[in-house]
Structure formats: C-alpha cells, structure tokens
C-alpha cells in the first residue's frame, strides 16, 4: 500500500478536484437520469415508470432518432479522419522550421477556441447563406454558388467544413509528437536513398501512432457531441429535411421543446452507450497498429 501511494499519490493530487466534483454534482443527475430513461416524464407531473417502453419506441417506430443517428454518423465518419489528416499536414508544415512558428501556433490554435461557440455558428450561417461571402466569391470569379444551407445535398458539408476548421488542438499535439521523433532516423533513411512518401509511412506514422490514436479518440468524442453549430445554423429544427438533425439536436429538442425527459434521458444513454462502443473498439483495434517506446518484444 506505501508503495502504491508513493507512486500514484501526485496523480490522485491531481485527479482530485475532478473526482470531488464529479462524486458530489454529477453523480447524481447521472443516475437520475439513469432512472428517468425507464420513465414518461414531462417535468409537470410525477415521473411514471414504463420499463423499456422508451427505448422500444426508439428503435422500433421513431423514424426520426433513425435519421439522427445516420446524419451524426455521416458526420463523424468524413469530419474526423479530414481533421486530422489536415492537422497532421498543418503540423508537418510547422515542424519545418519556419520563422515565427509560435505565431502561426497560436493563429492556428484559436479556432478550436472560437469554434465551438454560438457567435462562430452565426458567423458561420452568414458566410454560407445564398448571398453570403462564398457565394459572392464564386460570383466574382463568374460561378454560382448553391443554397447551402437551404438544399440537404450541401447543408451537412458546411458543419464538416466548420468541424475541420477548428484543427487546431490536435494540430499542437500532432506538432509535438513530430518533435519528439529522433531526426537521426530521418538521416539514416536519406542514406539509404528513401524518398519523402517512404519516410512518412515508414517513419513518421509509426513513431506517431499513439498520438494518432490519442487525437482519434478525443476527436471522435467530440464528434458524436458535436451540438451548437447544428442547432443554430438549422435554427434548432434539424433543417432542412432533418439534414442537420444531429443526434444532439434531437435530444435536445426532445428534452426541452416538448418536454419528453424520460424519452431525452434514453436518448442521452444510448449516445453514452455509442460513444462508449466506439472508444472501446479503437481501444482493442489499437493493439495491431499503436506501438509505445516502452514495449518489448
């Protein structure tokens, strides 16, 4: 027992105003929560228990929480691995050398800041609406831009776009995984006559495999929570066809639009359950492809 306090007690330290916290404001509401998914709640009467009748109605006759889900997984699936790949480009870039690289860090950097804010998702409603500043760019140039947000083709690509936008967290982590890789490898590879693409795939990918691994796992977290630019850009509704109907969205409008909270509180644990089946399996997956310095063998 001496021993393991003496070794883990700086990290309890240090974990301690989370865990404080968490056991005396959020522990509770999640098992409230918990307890009103099994009921017919609407915040003015007595919660009344139904049993599962709330997740029945979910997967077997709710066409909408169907469309939600194959809207938020669209999302994930394209803005994730974009956002990473062009973080990975941006920090490759960054890694060069270049002069006043703390400048372009923190230029970098702030979007992820400001991304996720309501002001951004406005900003982001008017440079993408019919006579917003991209279209009158295309005009400029003798196009003639879409309905972005109005025309469901196009609507769910500006949130990716707005979701690759804010790369700059990853970004700064991908940029000091790429400082801690040895350059005497890189050397050695330019000795053996091996070109830029076979030093990246050989090299660069492997020994930056767990911070890969660590940004995936973050980012598609983030991705499945991902709330306020939908809500606003498509006016809370989901709009338009339900094109921007993300998971969150639906939730939200369950919970506090019509005042379902027991049918919400389902909601929200089948998102937990989601995200906790995607963690999980980029966990066991990451056994084959994520390599730590300190493994043998």
């Known amino acids: 027992m001496q021993k393991f306090l003496r070794k883990n007690a700086p990290a309890y330290v240090f974990l301690a105003p989370w865990l404080i916290g968490f056991f005396l404001l959020a522990i509770f509401p999640i098992l409230a929560s918990l307890y009103l998914s099994f009921t017919q709640y609407d915040v003015v009467r007595p919660p009344e228990w139904v049993g599962i009748e709330n997740y029945q109605y979910m997967f077997e006759f709710d066409y909408r929480f169907w469309k939600s889900m194959q809207v938020t997984f669209t999302f994930v699936v394209i803005s994730v691995p974009a956002k990473l790949i062009f973080a990975l480009a941006v920090a490759m870039l960054l890694d060069k050398g270049i002069r006043a690289v703390g400048w372009y860090r923190a230029l970098f950097y702030l979007p992820s800041i400001l991304g996720g804010s309501i002001a951004v998702a406005i900003l982001w409603r008017q440079l993408f609406d019919y006579n917003g500043v991209i279209n009158s760019v295309l005009r400029f140039f003798g196009g003639d831009g879409p309905y972005w947000l109005s025309d469901p083709r196009y ?22 995984g790429l400082r801690a890789i040895p350059q005497d490898l890189y050397e050695a590879a330019e000795i053996d006559a091996a070109g830029p693409a076979r030093k990246f795939f050989a090299i660069t990918v492997p020994l930056l495999a767990p911070v890969i691994f660590f940004n995936l796992v973050l980012q598609m977290i983030e991705a499945f929570k991902s709330f ?11 709009a338009p066809l339900d094109s921007l109907l993300f998971f969150t969205v639906y939730l939200f409008n369950e919970a506090f639009s019509y005042f379902r909270m027991g049918y919400a509180s389902a909601l929200g644990w089948v998102l937990l359950l989601i995200i906790a089946a995607f963690t999980a399996i980029a966990f066991w997956t990451s056994k084959y492809w994520v390599h730590y310095e300190n493994e043998r063998g």
């Open 228 to 238: 306020s630019g939908a809500f606003i850009i498509s006016g809370g509704t989901g």
């Open 155 to 176: 609507s769910l690509w500006t949130l990716i776009v707005l979701a690759v936008w804010q790369f700059g967290s990853p970004m700064l982590i991908f940029l000091a």
